[in-house]
């Protein structure tokens, strides 16, 4: 499995951005993808997750960082996922990686894409 993640950019605060993810191979139907973000020198901070299995198809998990601000959508058809980032902050400044997991609804993140910086200025 293969993950192509691309959208990001220079915004200013308070402003939006959209990621998009699209995945690339054969994956089972109990499968979810998210977004993680990783600021230099500090730890991988979930973002989002969504689920795509039959059982709990569309249930989406957020970051606390992030609730409210950002939406996880999906197309499971395309194995693509789309992160809708809005109200940014400075703080939001990172690489985001998209990832896909095998398995659910505890995810294992076995699958991830090259990351896409995110730059937000205040």
């Known amino acids: 499995v293969q993950l192509q993640a691309s959208g990001g950019g220079l915004v200013q605060a308070g402003g939006s951005l959209r990621l998009s993810c699209a995945a690339s191979?054969?994956?089972?139907?109990?499968?979810?993808m998210g977004w993680f973000r990783r600021v230099p020198g500090k730890e991988r901070e979930f973002v989002t997750a969504?689920?795509?299995?039959?059982?709990?198809?569309?249930?989406?998990t957020y970051g606390d960082s992030v609730k409210g601000r950002f939406t996880i959508s999906g197309d499971n058809a395309k194995k693509t996922v789309y992160l809708q980032m809005n109200s940014l902050k400075p703080e939001d400044t990172a690489v985001y990686y998209c990832?896909?997991?095998?398995?659910?609804?505890?995810?294992?993140?076995?699958?991830w894409g090259q990351g896409t910086l995110v730059t937000v200025s205040s």
């Open positions: 191979g054969r994956t089972s139907s109990n499968y979810g």
């Open positions: 990832a896909l997991s095998p398995v659910t609804p505890k995810y294992l993140w076995r699958y």
């Open positions: 969504i689920n795509f299995s039959s059982t709990w198809s569309g249930s989406t």
